[in-house]
């Protein structure tokens, strides 16, 4: 199947700074890529819906100059967490749907634990 | 939008038994049905999926099972093993969006 790669897979940081993580789509193109966001026990839930070439769409509830989201090619979207705080300390998790393909399957990254000291 | 509920959220069986996890969405344009498997601090791993337009599917000791009418659909996992332990999420979504998921259900099997 197809490979979505993210990095880092786990990143500490201090409280005020930021984090980027990497979200790329090694094998095909993908226009859109999704930025979920996991508590412990919890599901999966949308952040926001990246798209090339265009702003990202976030979803009620998701500040969008806290997670900036950069979709700069079809192969790398980008979260970037700013001015981190303990509370966005969580799994952050990206996928995408190859472009044009007739299957459904989403893949995913392997997700990237955050934890804000 | 679209709302996904499931249940049981933990279910415990017995080794050799069978499971089944059921879900519900309440997007009627919603059309791809895909069951995943998570094991802790991992990526989701698909393990099965159905669309719209089948109403069962089978692959070894995994069965899905879809009624589009009542908007739910089932897992059901035979003859269980213990790497089956893990926590298993349903997800709805329509063709190239994203997914809404369920909110997962803990599975465990006893040996």
């Known amino acids: 199947g197809a490979v979505v790669s993210q990095h880092p897979s786990w990143v500490i940081c201090k409280s005020g700074t930021s984090v980027k993580i990497e979200c790329r789509s090694l094998d095909f193109q993908a226009t859109t890529m999704f930025w979920y966001r996991q508590f412990p026990k919890q599901s999966l839930m949308l952040m926001a819906t990246?798209?090339?070439?265009?702003?990202?769409?976030?979803e009620q509830g998701v500040e969008k100059d806290k997670f900036l989201i950069n979709h700069a090619s079809l192969t790398l979207s980008t979260l970037t967490v700013t001015s981190a705080h303990p509370e966005d300390s969580s799994f952050y998790i990206c996928?995408?749907?190859?472009?044009?393909?007739?299957?459904?399957?989403?893949?995913f990254g392997q997700g990237t634990r955050l934890t804000v000291v | 939008g679209e709302n996904v509920e499931q249940h049981p959220s933990t279910l415990s069986v017995q080794e050799g038994d069978s499971a089944v996890i059921k879900c519900t969405y309440s997007?009627?344009?919603?059309?791809?049905f895909p069951w995943y498997k998570q094991e802790l601090g991992k990526r989701p791993q698909l393990i099965i999926d159905?669309?719209?337009?089948?109403g069962e599917k089978k692959d070894q000791r995994i069965a899905v099972t879809l009624n589009k009418t009542a908007k739910h659909f089932s897992l059901h996992i035979t003859e269980t093993q213990p790497e089956d332990s893990a926590v298993y999420f349903c997800a709805a979504s329509i063709r190239g969006q994203n997914f809404v998921f369920g909110p997962g259900t803990r599975l465990s099997v006893l040996p």
């Open positions: 996928s995408a749907r190859p472009f044009g393909q007739a299957n459904d399957e989403a893949f």
């Open positions: 997007d009627s344009a919603s059309n791809y």
């Open positions: 159905i669309r719209s337009n089948v």
């Open positions: 990246s798209n090339e070439g265009s702003k990202a769409t976030y």
